[in-house]
């Protein structure tokens, strides 16, 4: 994949879509330092349902544009109770009929799990739908256990899938471009929606991870990076430093460009935000501990009883969370913001319900003086 290779995915004002900042930096708003994002996890409570969690990320991607939350992303999980976001192209599809200005996009695709070919046309159908407004996040993870992710790919050799990941890379956004160099196999093969049937925008190409893999070839590619500090705290600040540290300018960026994933949930109180997060807590312990579920409700949390082990993983997962009051929430932000460096903060709220979610968004909002 040659970095610098034209890429159309940087945002136009002129279009008209009325989003901030262009089509990967944010504008920071209100007292922010940084531009302030959303990952909705989709998540399914105990005694909810499917059906209603949807209804909630409609509601969240409404709040978080009419507050100026920069973007929503949404992410690809599998055979998990707890989530609802298997397929992140049909619930962007949904957001975006709903909605007119945040940018979209998925944080993101697992793209081993799928034929680059599948997810040029997903995104660029995503994009033909709502121009200028999507974002195509790729990570190399199966985004599930190792049963699952070899139903998905019909194969156990789960490994390959992500050693190839910059060659299917590559392959993705040959067919974003529809540019394939005369006498390749695929030459004749055009994406739909696409630039064979014209002139047509198409969505930045981001990189997530964990761990430095992504950090890198972000770097080396020019591209913009996410790292997910919500559940990978420890390798946080190591990636970043490798991601600036291996940066080449490209046609798409100028500079480096990160965000990260921060687990973060406010409530009028703070008794009440702990209420909220242990409940993310317990489900995550059970989904470590090979038992995944529905979220579990506060008042399931508050009684469970954990052993001294269980209660060490709470604490340090906890550890990682930033809750409380809306003023102990921001100050937690923009603690990390200084810390990390990071370009922008994407904010998830994991609880039971989404009354809570809903909640924590606006307090945030209020406290930054985010517009009404």
Do not use: C
């Amino acid at each position: 994949m040659d970095e610098n290779r034209g890429d159309e995915s940087r945002g136009d004002e002129s279009r008209g879509d009325g989003s901030r900042g262009d089509g990967i930096r944010g504008r920071a708003e209100g007292t922010a330092s940084v531009p302030l994002s959303v990952l909705d996890l989709v998540t399914v409570g105990q005694g909810r349902t499917a059906t209603q969690a949807l209804r909630t990320s409609v509601d969240i991607a409404q709040l978080a544009e009419r507050r100026g939350y920069h973007r929503l992303w949404v992410a690809e999980h599998h055979s998990m109770p707890g989530v609802a976001s298997s397929s992140p192209a049909v619930i962007l599809a949904h957001l975006a009929a709903r909605t007119e200005r945040i940018r979209l996009g998925s944080g993101g695709v697992m793209l081993p799990n799928h034929a680059p070919l599948v997810i040029a046309e997903q995104f660029g159908t995503l994009e033909a739908m709502a121009p200028g407004r999507i974002d195509l996040g790729l990570g190399r993870a199966p985004g599930t256990d190792g049963a699952t992710a070899a139903a998905l790919r019909r194969t156990d050799r789960l490994g390959e899938g992500a050693d190839d990941f910059p060659q299917q890379l590559a392959e993705l956004t040959r067919f974003l471009d529809d540019d394939f160099p005369d006498g390749h196999p695929y030459a004749r093969i055009h994406a739909v929606p696409g630039p064979v049937q014209g002139p047509a925008g198409r969505p930045p190409i981001w990189l997530l991870g964990s761990s430095g893999f992504s950090a890198r070839l972000a770097g080396v590619l020019g591209l913009p990076f996410a790292f997910a500090h919500h559940f990978s705290a420890q390798n946080t600040i190591p990636a970043l430093d490798l991601y600036r540290d291996s940066f080449k300018p490209s046609a798409v960026l100028d500079a480096p460009y990160a965000l990260i994933g921060v687990s973060a949930l406010a409530a009028d109180e703070e008794r009440e935000a702990r209420r909220q997060v242990l409940t993310g807590a317990l489900s995550m312990l059970r989904l470590r501990t090979g038992r995944p579920g529905l979220i579990p409700t506060p008042e399931e949390a508050e009684a469970y009883d954990f052993s001294p082990v269980e209660r060490e993983f709470v604490d340090s997962w906890l550890g990682n969370v930033i809750h409380g009051t809306a003023d102990e929430v921001r100050s937690g932000l923009d603690d990390l913001a200084k810390r990390t460096g990071a370009d922008e903060l994407m904010i998830t709220a994991n609880a039971h319900g989404g009354e809570a979610r809903l909640r924590s968004y606006d307090l945030i909002a209020d406290a930054y003086g985010l517009p009404g």
